[in-house]
């Protein structure tokens, strides 16, 4: 059976997530029901991860295994988009792989982006794609205290009690902060995450910005390796999981 990567962008809004939950609309659902409904197949799209409810994609990357070889790539495509127009899900790429090829365990690399709108306005335009903070922030501080958070650690305090993960201990390869104006993008870089971690240290992050904590207080939270410990979880619309690298 040849299998094939595709590259998904998704609003996740309106989803409970990207994995299949009988209680509610799921980006795998939604996909593996289009799959159905063009190829009269079912079909098992296997993504590189999950994403919670709420939190978007630029980049999600997956696979499936279909019987037949697509010979017109550019048609299948929009085939598929075709039968995705009335969702907020849009598949940007195909590729075929070899059969060694697995969306989640071949993922070397996987990187997240965090937004956020710092100012008195609200955010028309980045309305649910963004978290808006009124408190100027200390960008500063908040740059001293990511890199604390940087190389292999024991990320507990930023684990959820339902995480799955078999051990809390996770490499920070990269983590960047930068404002343009009233926008501040925190980005995240590592092979792989624990659940709700990036959303938890940007809600620390934040608590250095805004002055609830100093950069000890910081520091002591996360060396506590306890989840109550840790400063209230940004809120899932300013996440975007923006590339998965092979």
Same mark, same amino acid.
């Given at each position: ?59 999600? &990357?997956?696979?499936?295994?279909? %019987? @037949?070889?697509?010979?017109? #790539?550019? +048609?299948?495509?929009?085939? !598929?988009? *075709? ?83 078999? &051990?809390?201990?996770?490499?920070? %390869? @990269?983590?960047?902060?930068? #404002?343009? +104006?009233?926008?501040?993008? !925190?980005? *995240? ?58």
């Amino acid at each position: 059976m040849p299998r094939y990567q595709i590259k998904v962008e998704y609003d996740g809004t309106n989803f409970v997530g990207w994995q299949y939950q009988k209680n509610g609309k799921s980006v795998q659902g939604v996909l593996q029901k289009i799959l159905l409904q063009f190829l009269k197949k079912k079909i098992i799209v296997v993504g590189s991860g999950r994403t919670d409810s709420g939190v978007h994609a630029i980049e999600q &990357s997956a696979h499936i295994d279909l %019987e @037949k070889k697509i010979f017109e #790539k550019k +048609k299948f495509l929009q085939s !598929l988009n *075709f039968y995705l127009r009335n969702y907020p899900i849009a598949i940007t790429d195909i590729k075929e792989k070899d059969q060694n090829f697995h969306a989640r365990h071949s993922a070397k690399k996987r990187t997240y982006k965090y937004l956020i709108i710092n100012r008195m306005s609200p955010p028309v335009l980045k309305k649910n794609r963004a978290w808006h903070i009124r408190k100027k922030l200390d960008i500063k501080v908040m740059k001293k205290g990511s890199k604390m958070l940087l190389g292999t650690h024991d990320f507990s305090t930023f684990r959820t009690s339902s995480c799955q993960a078999k &051990s809390p201990v996770k490499t920070m %390869e @990269k983590i960047s902060i930068k #404002k343009s +104006k009233d926008k501040i993008t !925190l980005k *995240f870089v590592s092979r792989s995450f624990l659940q709700q971690q990036v959303r938890s240290m940007v809600g620390c992050i934040k608590y250095l910005g805004d002055g609830k904590w100093k950069l000890d207080d910081f520091k002591k939270s996360f060396k506590s390796k306890n989840r109550l410990k840790c400063a209230p979880p940004a809120p899932a619309c300013g996440l975007y999981l923006t590339k998965i690298k092979y």
